[in-house]
């Protein structure tokens, strides 16, 4: 994710364009969405089998 907003600033160049300004934050908010929601989806399989084993081991006491 870093890597499309560093290129995303070396692509900008500033003007009085707000309407630039605008899109590269849509764009930038776009890219951390979906850099937030493949992180929780690889989460999720990191906690579910751990939430299966905390059950068995529980039950083995």
Known sequence: MGELVQQA??????SENEEE???LLGR???SIKEANDTLDDALSFV?????NITAI?????
């Open 9 to 14: 600033a070396r692509d900008f160049t500033p």
């Open 21 to 23: 300004i605008i899109a």
């Open 28 to 30: 930038v908010n776009a």
């Open 47 to 51: 906690v579910e089998p751990h939430k």
């Open 57 to 61: 081991t529980k039950g083995k006491r």
